[in-house]
């Protein structure tokens, strides 16, 4: 069921706790995600609608170097990384279960939109994600084929194609390949390398396979700035369909934390997913 007003965040119970005791919410890098196209996506798609239209002008120089500098950008795409918490407006949902929450054993949380969208403040943004692999009407392609076309041989990288660039990785954080639309997502986004003045300094996240980096984002003060508190945005809590928890345990642990309306709003999935034997 999609709802218009409420995001739905499906997690596991550890990262559960980590929203509620500590009021922080994780912010991952969304190259280590599930869509391996992750800002490749946008920024290949870019460049080939930029390169196709300078050779059909005839202009094939211009279009080698167009594909050259992309190629060298996306050399360096971790260091334009965007870092994001991903939320779906589906409730209940049994694939937003089997990816993100545990295979069914997690939780969801649903956040009022409203509210989190008042929220946010630059840098952070919430983004609506687009599912397409052709970006061509984009207003960047169209911009990054003004500039290019511009430049004297030989070329070189102007300060308005680097700036271009930049927010070229920065709006790839909100396209993905199609295939993913029926998550119907939507995204808390931050760019680091684009926002000098985005003081969190990242952490890291140690598990037994690898290190993970990721920054967090301080839950309390930004209910604080709009006069609210975590237990005003949380509009409910689901127990996953193959999860074992408790209601009451679940419920103790909430009033245990103070969030003693939440407390109220623990209900169980009806969705009828299982495991296969």
């Known amino acids: 069921m999609m709802s218009k007003n409420i995001l739905y965040h499906y997690t596991d119970f550890a990262a559960l706790d980590g929203i509620l005791s500590n ?16 800002m490749s996506l946008f ?5 080939r ?10 202009d094939r120089e211009r279009a080698d170097w167009t594909e050259k500098i992309f190629s060298e950008e996306k050399e360096q795409e971790f260091v334009y990384s965007a ?17 993100y929450a545990n295979r069914g054993r997690g939780v969801c949380i649903a956040f009022r939109e409203e509210l989190l969208d008042r929220m946010v ?7 609506t994600v687009f599912y397409q692999d052709t970006v061509g009407e984009h207003a960047l392609a169209g911009t990054l084929y003004r500039l290019i076309r ?14 271009t660039l930049n927010h070229a990785w920065a709006a790839s954080a909100a396209f993905k390949h199609p295939s993913f639309a029926s998550e119907n997502e939507v995204r808390l986004v931050v760019s680091p390398f684009e926002h000098g003045y985005f003081d969190v300094q990242p952490r890291y996240h140690i598990t037994n396979e690898r290190i993970k980096k990721y920054y ?4 309390e003060e930004l209910c604080a700035a709009i006069g609210m508190g975590l237990d005003d945005v949380i509009a409910e809590l689901i127990i996953g369909p193959e999860s074992t928890q408790s209601v009451p ?16 709003l623990v209900v169980r999935s009806a969705c009828p997913l299982r495991q296969k034997i």
């Open 23 to 38: 009021s922080e919410l994780r912010l991952n890098n969304i190259l280590n995600m599930n869509d391996a196209s992750e």
């Open 43 to 47: 920024m290949n798609g870019l460049c």
């Open 49 to 58: 609608s930029v390169a196709d239209r300078l050779r059909a002008d005839g």
């Open 83 to 99: 870092y994001a918490a991903c939320f779906s407006r589906y409730r209940d949902d049994a694939a937003q279960w089997e990816r």
């Open 121 to 127: 403040v630059e840098p952070l943004s919430l983004q």
């Open 150 to 163: 511009q430049c004297e041989s030989p070329f070189h990288m102007t300060p308005e194609i680097r700036e």
């Open 216 to 219: 967090p984002v301080n839950l």
């Open 249 to 264: 345990i679940l419920q103790d642990y909430l009033n245990d934390l103070g969030y003693k309306r939440m407390a109220e």
